[in-house]
């Protein structure tokens, strides 16, 4: 079945550092990617997502993109803020009309001063 | 409306109770989802709405869990019997109907944070 793998946390960065969050998956076919982010205190939000390969989704600075070959949707962003300091989840949905959105483990972030 | 209302935002409950959560969706969203996230946990699919049908409950983990829909639009999630582990935060999302295979993506609610006591 459909799976997503993500890198272990927490990361710990401080401000104005480079991010990448690993994200590979298992899927047939051609799924569709995102990454959600989910801040303290607050639900889950859609923060970017990539529905072919070789799309790149990008919002907030924070850029991934769809790698068909090595099955990857890692999430970057040149410099990271305090603000980002949440839990990123990766996660897939397959092409079907009636595949539902799985969610990799989440990934928290700390950010620094 | 504007985003997707869940209700209560906190639920406590005694063991063996019966409890009802309540999902108001994106108005012309046809597509509804619960999901459960538990302390430390990720996030895990419960049931999928298509309509009022749903073509997937694969998640649902016992039949103390049921959910329904009507109208196209609201959802309510009821568990039976409630017991401990039940504990979690029930999440709540709509999204448009698919178009040629590609999936738009997710509105979440803020959930309802159930504990059962």
């Known amino acids: 079945g459909n799976s997503v793998t993500q890198m272990e946390g927490p990361v710990t960065l401080s401000e104005e550092a480079f991010l990448t969050i690993n994200c590979t998956y298992t899927a047939t076919g051609y799924p569709s990617l995102f990454w959600y982010v989910q801040y303290p205190g607050e639900g889950l939000q859609l923060l970017l997502k990539a529905t072919k390969a070789d799309d790149k989704g990008s919002n907030k600075g924070f850029e991934a993109t769809y790698r068909k070959e090595t099955t990857s949707f890692h999430l970057e962003k040149g410099s990271v803020q305090v603000s980002d300091s949440a839990v990123y989840f990766c996660?897939?949905?397959?092409?079907?009309?009636?595949?539902?959105?799985?969610f990799g483990p989440g990934t928290s972030l700390s950010v620094i001063p | 409306g504007a985003g997707v209302s869940q209700s209560p935002s906190n639920k406590v409950t005694e063991k063996g109770k019966d409890v009802e959560l309540r999902c108001d969706p994106i108005s012309g969203h046809t597509a509804l989802y619960w999901y459960r996230q538990s302390l430390g946990q990720g996030l895990e699919f419960l049931i999928y709405f298509q309509g009022n049908s749903a073509p997937d409950k694969s998640g649902l983990p016992s039949d103390r869990f049921s959910a329904e829909r009507t109208g196209g639009s609201v959802s309510t999630l009821t568990i039976q019997r409630t017991q401990q582990e039940d504990s979690a935060v029930y999440l709540c999302?709509?999204?448009?109907?698919?178009?040629?295979?590609?999936?738009?993506?997710?509105?979440f609610g803020s959930g309802t944070r159930l504990t059962v006591v």
């Open positions: 996660a897939l949905s397959g092409e079907t009309s009636y595949d539902k959105v799985i």
């Open positions: 999302a709509s999204s448009l109907s698919r178009t040629g295979g590609r999936h738009y993506g997710y509105t």
